[in-house]
C-alpha cells in the first residue's frame, strides 16, 4: 500500500469514529446531526473563538467550482458537512503530489489536509480549494479531491497550544509571503452576495499591541496541528 494509500485509510478511520485523534488529526465538532461525529468545523478568529460563522457550501450545491463561504453555524445545515479526507506530513504529502516544492521546503514538519464536503455524512469526493495555483484572491471553492496541490492546507503551527493558525495554501510558490486562507476584507458572513473565500499574501501586524501577529481573518480553526509520527 502506498504512503498516500496508508493516510487515507487513517483518515477514513479516524473519521469514522470521531473525537481527537491518538495522532492529532482533526477536531471533531459536528454541526449538522445528520453527520455524524467525524465531521469537522472550520471557522474563523475574526468572529471570536466559538463557531458563530462555518465554513459552509453556497447553497449546499454539490458541483466543481461552488463557491465556499461563511455561513451561520446550524445543527440542520448540510452545507456545513466537511470531513478529513488526507492528513499526511509534509514530507509525506510532497512523495504524493499533494504539495508543492516550496511548501515542502519551508514547511516539511507541518501537516497537510484535505477537507471533503459531506453533506449529511456523505462523501462528495469535492474538496475545499482553487481551480488552479493560489495566488492573490484566487476564489476558494469546491474542487476534486486528491489530483493536486490545490485542494491541499497546511496548519502552519510554531505553537501547538494555540486554537487558530494559518492554513497555507498546498500549492504555494511564494517563499516570503505565503499564500493562505483568506477571508475578504470588509465582507461579512450575512451579506447578499456571500462573500467567497479566496487565498491571498500572508499578512502579519508590523506594529501596535500585536507585532508578528497573522490578521484574524487569515486565522482558523477546526484542524489539530500535531504530527503523525
Not at 158 to 172: H, M, R, T
Request: hydrophobic letters at 40%.
Amino acid at each position: 500500500m502506498s504512503i498516500k494509500s496508508k493516510v487515507f485509510a487513517v483518515a477514513a478511520t479516524i473519521t469514522m469514529v470521531g473525537g481527537l485523534s491518538a495522532v492529532g488529526l482533526l477536531h471533531a465538532d459536528a454541526q449538522s446531526g445528520s453527520c455524524g461525529p467525524g465531521c469537522v468545523n472550520v471557522y474563523g478568529e475574526e468572529y471570536g473563538d466559538s463557531p458563530g460563522f462555518v465554513l459552509d457550501v453556497y447553497r449546499q450545491w454539490e458541483t466543481v467550482g461552488t463557491p465556499i463561504v461563511l455561513f451561520r453555524a446550524s445543527n440542520i445545515d448540510p452545507a456545513e458537512d466537511f470531513v478529513i479526507s488526507y492528513a499526511a506530513p509534509v514530507r509525506y504529502a510532497f512523495a504524493d503530489g499533494m504539495v508543492s516544492r516550496v511548501v515542502a521546503l519551508q514547511y516539511r514538519d507541518d501537516m497537510a489536509y484535505e477537507v471533503e464536503y459531506a453533506p449529511y455524512g456523505v462523501r462528495s469526493g469535492l474538496c475545499v480549494g482553487t481551480a488552479g495555483a493560489a495566488a492573490s484572491h484566487t476564489p476558494v471553492a469546491l474542487e476534486k479531491c486528491g489530483a493536486s496541490p490545490n485542494t491541499t492546507w497546511v496548519v502552519d503551527a510554531p505553537k501547538p497550544d494555540l486554537v487558530f493558525y494559518p492554513w497555507i495554501a498546498g500549492s504555494n510558490t511564494n517563499t516570503s509571503h505565503p499564500y493562505v486562507l483568506h477571508y475578504p476584507a470588509n465582507g461579512y458572513p450575512t451579506d447578499s452576495p456571500r462573500p467567497q473565500l479566496n487565498t491571498y499574501e500572508l499578512q502579519q501586524y508590523t506594529n501596535g499591541v500585536f507585532p508578528g501577529n497573522t490578521y484574524n481573518n487569515e486565522m482558523w480553526a477546526g484542524l489539530y496541528p500535531a504530527p503523525l509520527t
